[in-house]
């Protein structure tokens, strides 16, 4: 059975749905910075300065440590903004959810008022159907 709510209901479940989506690719990004990040604090704590050698090679390991720390700040840069858009998808998304419930419910109710009124119509054709068996028992005892 549809009632006058099914069709809201159906768009409000395909927004919140569509939400839900994009505050899983949110969580996943923010997962995969966080290890990300991760491993190159690990990178650069295993990052070792000559203790002799050539200026040249001193020079280049300080430009690898430069070079990580960088792609460090980028990934926690983007990490924050990850997080901020996280944060506002799990907003909206719990606005489309109660949204999404308020609809359900109503619809609920309304289905279960066509039940009941339906179950009415049926119990009264039952007892109308027994009436006229009744006056027809009555009519052939006569």
Do not use: W
């Given at each position: 059975?549809?009632?006058q ?44 300065m ?93």
């Open positions: 059975m549809k009632s709510f099914s069709k809201i209901a159906k768009i409000r479940k395909q927004k919140r749905d569509a939400i839900e989506r994009e505050l899983m690719k949110s969580q996943n990004k923010e997962r995969m910075l966080n290890h990300k990040i991760t491993t190159l604090y690990e990178e650069i704590a295993a990052v070792q000559p203790k002799e050698g050539l200026v040249s090679a001193l020079l280049i390991v300080g430009e690898q440590k430069s070079i990580l720390n960088r792609e460090k700040k980028r990934c926690e840069q983007e990490l924050f903004v990850v997080q901020r858009t996280t944060k506002q998808l799990q907003g909206e998304y719990q606005k489309a959810h109660v949204e999404y419930e308020k609809i359900k419910y109503l619809e609920e109710q309304e289905l279960q008022a066509m039940m009941d009124k339906i179950k009415r119509e049926e119990q009264l054709y039952l007892d109308e159907i027994s009436t006229m068996l009744f006056a027809g028992q009555l009519s052939q005892k006569r």
